[in-house]
């Protein structure tokens, strides 16, 4: 597929985003950072969100996954 059907295609689907996917599009658009800027700043926000879960005790132990799992 070449880059013109490509594009043709990626704008077809920006008529089925929601408004949220779609301000998030935009932000990736606006910045001069590119995606690997952005993805990067995302991943390291998002492991200082966990670490402060698992510092306030809010994580499953390897037990407790595997009895809920094997529930299903």
Do not use: C, H, P
């Amino acid at each position: 597929m070449d880059l013109a059907t490509r594009k043709y295609n990626f704008i077809q689907q920006l008529f089925e985003v929601d408004e949220n996917l779609f301000n998030k599009l935009e932000e990736v658009l606006e910045t001069k950072k590119g995606l690997k800027s952005i993805a990067l700043k995302q991943y390291n926000d998002e492991l200082n969100q966990a670490n402060l879960r698992i510092d306030n005790g809010d994580f499953y132990t390897t037990d407790e996954v595997e009895k809920m799992a094997s529930q299903w």
